[in-house]
């Protein structure tokens, strides 16, 4: 175990895409960390904003995106070419050997359309495998890779997917050859014992401080699902995950929230 | 020299992006060619169609879009997001492990903004070099590298190219290592003795005949920038070129245009 190399998984989300100072400082920040790393971007506002100009209306089921197909047709443009190819340009400045990716480009993430027995949620994919071997190789000869929120069903059709379930699936994948830490960055420092109070971070979490947390309610309903994902991760073989702001990834002892099993 | 590897480079125009049956024929044809091969796309319509829908207007000079900055955030959503991962996707179907990059990507194609004397050209770049080595290793590995024309400067400019021009230089960086043959896919059956006859197709070109040809003024202005590259890049090592219909590439007769010295 102590042989493995170490790979960073880092996902951010909407809020640092949707300011570009906050963004410019992650990917400053991102491009500092040494070793094997891969980026999972989200989408921010930009799709919504895009959509409403050419006069789409998004719809929104359980707090995800109903994507039809001109609804896809922009979250591909917005997603696969205006934010991951910015991200990636911006990398490079950065002497980071960033590469962008679709789960379509090298089969490197093969979904297949959800199948839900009352709801269509459209172009929606969920992940089925991971080509890890590409990765692996990729990683090997120093590249980044970035990915969007883009998966592809091996049979032509492109699929809008849950950006924190590519990042947990892409650490469980590399579990087995890597030791893996899954990042995910958004707008607040951590887990709050206390949702409206940003002081109130949750340093440290495990199955048993959860089950107590959940038991008492002092979880907010959006986190449940996240942790839900972290804790299945975690049993799958990641070896640990850092929830909270971008900065966690400054240094070991920025405030954040640490889950392990 | 009979050692060399035979690398076939393709680049496709806007007549075949802009029909979904044209694309489907050639990205079949495309999968169908045996041994190492790279695909470069221009971008069609949809940029312009999107840039109109959005209330941005379109502005050329010598043939060439002017890209302001909103203009460049079009070009790099529509080629290197929609039109680049939905070719992909379909490649992937067929079994071909494409990849698709902007220039970005992997710094694989860098350029520079072009600086003009009179003419404020925008975000456009001139293409300065080739990460060979890196798509040199991609190419190994069985990956089929799909380009769309973005490119950026290093310090974090993406910027628009001509994909003719990324076409000819991918040919000539890798004619030291290939065998290259360069093939511009367009709506034409070739270069036409007659440009409102489209069975008065050139079978052969080489240097005297082009002289000839401009000189009794038999070549059609808008073709003259396209040979020049063309010779230009035979003379830095590309071994052939051909121009045509994209049905050249289903078989070593079909009518085209073949430029060799």
Same mark, same amino acid.
């Given at each position: 175990m102590k042989n493995k190399k170490s790979l960073q998984v880092i996902k951010i989300g909407g809020n640092i895409i949707d300011n570009p100072k906050e963004l410019k400082q992650f990917l400053t920040d991102f491009s500092a960390i040494e070793g094997l790393k891969i980026l999972i971007h989200g989408g921010g506002k930009s799709a919504t904003k895009m959509a409403k100009s050419i006069g789409l209306l998004p719809q929104m089921i359980d707090g995800r995106r109903v994507t039809d197909a001109r609804m896809l047709d922009v979250v591909v443009m917005i997603y696969a070419g205006q934010i991951n190819k910015n991200i990636i340009a911006q990398l490079q400045a950065h002497n980071t050997n960033a590469m962008g990716f679709s789960g379509a480009d090298g089969n490197l993430i093969k979904s297949s359309k959800r199948d839900h027995p009352t709801i269509d949620y459209g172009f929606v994919g969920d992940v089925k495998s991971i080509n890890t071997p590409l990765l692996e190789t990729l990683l090997s000869i120093g590249i980044v890779p970035v990915f969007c929120a883009i998966t592809h069903d091996k049979d032509g059709q492109l699929l809008n997917t849950n950006a924190d379930t590519i990042a947990s699936e892409l650490a469980i994948a590399f579990s087995d050859v890597f030791e893996v830490t899954l990042n995910y960055c958004f +707008?607040?420092?951590? =887990?709050?014992? #206390?949702? +409206? #109070? #940003?002081?109130? =971070?949750?340093l440290n979490m495990n199955a048993e401080l959860y089950s107590k947390l959940k038991e008492e309610k002092a979880i907010h309903s959006g986190m449940i699902p996240k942790l839900d994902n972290c804790f299945n991760s975690l049993s799958k073989g990641v070896k640990k995950i850092k929830i909270g702001h971008h900065n966690l990834l400054q240094n070991e002892n920025s405030v954040c929230t640490t889950i392990q099993l």
């Open positions: +707008e607040k420092p951590g =887990v709050l014992f #206390d949702s +409206e #109070d #940003d002081c109130s =971070v949750i």
